[in-house]
């Protein structure tokens, strides 16, 4: 909170807001990284204590809307005919199938190897990033791709990077568990 209050203070310095009154002061929390929901629970967890935050961007608004339709269609009909285990598990189909949760555990992966770097890395790192094509680095910051095509972008910002920070992935990488991203590879019908 120290360092995040030095830079708070220097941005407003920046922007010539110093002297400003200010009104109040609030700490958030953004829970990303929390892992997915266990599969088989009698409800439908959902929002950002159910894992929906998107895992790069810290961002669930935009996914929990895309989401909310078809999570709602899978209910309605179970529900009319007064089957509500038959309903729950049709809205967590809905909610996870198989390709987000790859997708998921992917960027899972990403977010476990990005948070060791330092900033130095951190910066050339998104350097990279940003140079990417913008339908590549848009798409998997949207959380949009499926997971072969977001493999594809990881593997694509990987050759792009600098040797150093590729040593730096790699070495995270496989002690970070680099089998969501194998299995990404090898598994058919992920897209
Ligand atoms: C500063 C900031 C900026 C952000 N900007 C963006 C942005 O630009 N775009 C974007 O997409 N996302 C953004 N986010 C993230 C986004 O706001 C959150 O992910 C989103 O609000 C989560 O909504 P939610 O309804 O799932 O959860 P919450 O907003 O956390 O709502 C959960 C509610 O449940 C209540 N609750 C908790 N436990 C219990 C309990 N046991 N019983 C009863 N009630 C309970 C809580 O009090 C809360 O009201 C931002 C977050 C922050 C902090």
Redesign the pocket.
């Known amino acids: 909170m120290a360092l995040l209050q030095k830079r708070l203070d220097a941005r407003l310095e920046s922007l010539g807001l110093q002297g400003c009154e200010r009104l109040g002061e ?1 700490r ?4 990303m990284g929390l892992g997915l929901p266990i599969h088989g629970q009698a409800l439908v967890p ?5 894992a ?3 895992p790069a961007s ?7 809307l895309r989401k909310a339709e078809p999570v709602a269609a899978a209910l309605t009909e179970p529900l009319s005919a007064g089957d509500a285990e038959l309903a729950v598990a049709a809205a967590n189909a809905a909610l996870w199938p198989r390709s987000d949760r790859t997708a998921w555990e992917l960027y899972a992966f990403g977010l476990e190897t990005l948070i060791r770097m330092h900033s130095e890395e951190i910066g050339k790192f998104f350097d990279a990033f940003f140079r990417l094509p913008e339908d590549a680095w848009g798409g998997f910051l949207e959380g949009t791709l499926g997971p072969r095509e977001l493999g594809v972008v990881m593997a694509r910002l990987f050759r792009s990077l600098p040797a150093s920070v590729q040593w730096h992935l790699f070495r995270t990488g496989v002690s970070a568990g680099a089998a969501p991203l194998a299995r990404t590879v090898l598994q058919p019908g992920t897209t």
């Open positions: 609030e958030c929390s953004i829970p959902f929002g950002a204590a159910a929906m935050v998107h810290g961002y669930s608004i935009a996914h929990v």
